[in-house]
């Protein structure tokens, strides 16, 4: 069964929006837990727009599921990382002022310092994951920095879903495809939603994790946060 790690992100938005702690992003993460949640995702940024470098502290106390913390490697986003010892880090070669992640590594001309950076977080005792594209130069390309997962940046899939599902998978199966093949573990993510996620999870060998933030909490709104959780696992199972 592929893991589903909820993106609390955007509760951390809507907290920021108006000061203060409501709603408590703490409290939604161990909510999203108790409502099936099998692992919570975070992406703080260095103007901490929403996720506060001091909530990732704050989550790792209280979290039980896996604890997955995306982020460019910078060396402010490395010292909170060894602080807090997740159990995955995912890196993502994201500008400081992107709104949203929006391509994976290129992992031949980035090798040599994702080789360095990802042997320095293994260290540690946490696991990694790069984010790239399916392309099958950079899943080869990502075998041989050391990872231990990638995670398919999904959201070319998504935008072509509706018109062509079978056309919009392809390049995901054989970049999943030659990921197993090289021993690598498969996580995917960016604007899946409860219309594309099922068909993905049912064609991409090896998904063991899903991190979904945006369409989650978007869907929330409207069906409540424990019956959205509920349906994404559905797709999922």
């Not at 997955?68 to 890196?91: A, R, S, Y």
């Not at 909490?217 to 409540?224: E, F, M, P, S």
């Amino acid at each position: 069964m592929t893991k589903l790690s909820v993106n609390i992100n955007k509760i951390a938005t809507l907290r920021n929006a108006r000061g203060g702690n409501r709603p408590n992003l703490v409290q939604s993460a161990l909510d999203c837990e108790r409502f099936g949640a099998q692992g919570i995702t975070v992406h703080p940024r260095p103007d901490e727009r929403h996720i506060r470098y001091q909530d990732v502290l704050d989550l790792k106390k209280v979290v039980t599921t896996e604890f997955n913390i995306e982020g460019n490697p910078t060396p402010e986003f490395l010292e909170l990382v060894k602080k807090v010892v997740p159990e995955q880090v995912t890196l993502v070669p994201d500008a400081p002022d992107a709104i949203t992640s929006n391509a994976g590594w290129d992992t031949l001309r980035h090798q040599d310092f994702l080789k360095k950076t990802i042997a320095d977080l293994k260290s540690i005792g946490t696991r990694v994951s790069i984010f790239v594209d399916p392309v099958i130069e950079m899943v080869e390309g990502a075998a041989e920095t050391g990872t231990d997962r990638i995670e398919l940046y999904t959201e070319a899939y998504a935008s072509h879903y509706h018109q062509n599902r079978e056309q919009a998978i392809a390049p995901y199966a054989q970049a999943a495809e030659r990921a197993v093949a090289l021993g690598l573990g498969i996580n995917a993510g960016h604007d899946l939603d409860l219309d594309n996620l099922k068909y993905l999870q049912q064609n991409i060998p090896g998904l063991l994790e899903v991190s979904i933030g945006h369409a989650l909490i978007c869907d929330a709104l409207y069906l409540g946060l424990e019956n959205t959780i509920q349906l994404y696992l559905r797709q999922l199972s």
